[in-house]
């Protein structure tokens, strides 16, 4: 066997100068020799504890090895079996911590580049054209999907496979959920998305946007009168959590989720062609540091603002951004403010915020999560000159559904309360997964849970049939 490269084979990018005035695509992808040279990499181990890291159980080692002896429309097949939105995880799943960080390889170099393969192959698919596509034996029952997000439109695929007829009701314009309003497009282009949920369409899903479930119709009108069957929710966590400070209500202060909205949902990314209502100031904060905080960092800056600044009550390690989103930041000229924290937003007399009164904290011991506990410095108040701030610190599940079925058990923060093998509610025929069972989590996760729903609604409906 050759020696294994130490590291990853590298994925061109855009220069950090440029792409931070533009909303292009920052990564570009393997070409066919790149892939190759990261597939050989591969151990091809006996044993792959990569495929253990991943939700949807994909077969990694044999995908690789496909890779490697240039048998890419192979390669894409396999993957496709497990998972219906390669382009999509291929981009913003958090390897890292799932199938790379699990990598042989990488115990004593970088891991093998799992995700960048992964992409390739959905990239090499948009060039090279769809697969032929397999039709199940319509088995004559009706499904519905409430919810187009990661959760949603995985069981969609899936069920659709097995011959289902399946109906995804999402109450925005355009489907996708969390991948088309949460992740801007630097980082998952509308076209690689719309394309995937293209093939899902083509392979039979019926997609009806624009109805509010609890509000445009019931989820008993949906069991009830129009005969579905079986329903899986997969409606995510897309309800901001405030800090109830002072302030907090201030023009210039949104949520993440507001300010991703505006720049994806309503065509900001595109302008000047959307001429989208959205502020970004001369100087932002962006509160928090997870995934959703740098994308609303990095999106303020492309949308004019000159000085966007991180702030975090933990310290750097303490983050939960992915490495590569945030080496991104440093390099796209974010700055970060490590152990602070808001305590006031300041008034300019107008009702729009100017300037953020802030704490210094210090790590004390652990909580009950394992992690050390922010305590704030007695006399350490400072103030910082700020014309917008973005709200980053976490989301919980829009009660509406739950709050117009009856018989729909509940967490205490608004979860749907839902078998982990399966995903069965408390409601004899509806399923769950994603974050509105788990809260706000990554979106392989979430598709795993769609993926063992569908065989849970199998089961189901097939023992109905007899």
């Not at 044999?62 to 396999?78: G, M, T, W, Y």
């Not at 008993?220 to 129009?226: K, V």
């Not at 309360?417 to 979430?446: C, K, M, N, P, Y």
Request: net charge negative; with cysteine; charged share 25%.
């Amino acid at each position: 066997m050759p020696l294994i490269t130490p590291n990853k084979t590298p994925m061109a990018l855009a220069d950090a100068k440029e792409r931070s005035k533009t909303f292009r695509e920052v990564n570009f992808g393997y070409d066919p020799a790149r892939a190759v040279a990261e597939a050989d990499r591969c151990l091809q181990c006996q044993e792959p504890t990569c495929q253990t890291g991943c939700p949807v159980n994909i077969p990694i080692r044999e995908v690789i090895k496909l890779i490697s002896q240039r048998h890419f429309e192979d390669a894409l097949a396999l993957i496709k079996r497990y998972n219906s939105l390669p382009g999509v995880c291929g981009r913003v799943c958090p390897q890292e911590d799932q199938c790379e960080g699990r990598c042989h390889v990488g115990d004593r170099f970088g891991p093998v580049a799992i995700g960048y393969l992964e992409r390739f192959l959905a990239d090499w698919e948009r060039i090279h054209g769809p697969l032929p596509r397999t039709q199940a034996e319509p088995k004559g029952q009706k499904v519905a999907i409430i919810g187009s997000g990661p959760s949603g439109l995985t069981a969609a695929g899936d069920l659709t496979h097995m011959g289902y007829q399946v109906t995804i009701f999402e109450a925005l314009h355009d489907a996708g959920g969390v991948l088309r309003y949460g992740i801007p497009e630097f980082r998952l282009p509308k076209d690689v998305l719309d394309d995937e949920i293209n093939a899902l369409v083509e392979s039979g899903v019926e997609i009806q946007c624009n109805v509010v479930i609890g509000k445009t119709i019931t989820l008993d009108q949906i069991m009830g009168e129009m005969g579905f069957e079986a329903v899986f929710i997969g409606t995510g966590a897309g309800l901001p959590t405030f800090l109830k400070l002072p302030g907090e209500n201030l023009n210039g202060v949104y949520s993440a989720n507001e300010f991703l909205t505006r720049i994806n949902l309503m065509g900001a990314y595109q302008f000047p062609d959307y001429d989208t209502p959205v502020k970004s100031g001369r100087r932002v904060a962006v509160i928090g540091a997870g995934n959703t905080a740098m994308d609303a960092a990095r999106c303020a800056m492309r949308a004019g603002s000159e000085e966007v600044t991180v702030v975090y009550r933990r310290s750097e390690t303490e983050m939960t951004a992915r490495e590569e989103e945030y080496e991104h930041a440093i390099e796209e000229g974010i700055q970060f403010k490590w152990l602070n924290n808001p305590i006031e937003f300041l008034d300019d007399g107008k009702g729009w915020v100017c300037g953020m009164r802030c704490i210094r904290m210090e790590l004390g011991e652990p909580g009950e999560d394992g992690r050390r506990k922010p305590v704030p410095i007695p006399g350490s108040e400072f103030v910082m000159d700020v014309n917008n701030v973005i709200l980053s610190i976490g989301t919980s599940p829009n009660p509406l559904v739950s709050r117009t079925t009856p018989g729909l058990d509940t967490t205490s923060w608004g979860g749907l309360i839902a078998d982990d093998d399966t995903g069965q509610t408390s409601r004899e025929g509806v399923f769950a997964g994603g974050d509105i069972v788990t809260g706000s989590a990554t979106v392989i996760l979430a598709a795993g849970a769609g993926k063992r729903a569908a065989v849970a609604i199998d089961e189901y409906l097939s023992a109905k049939r007899g």
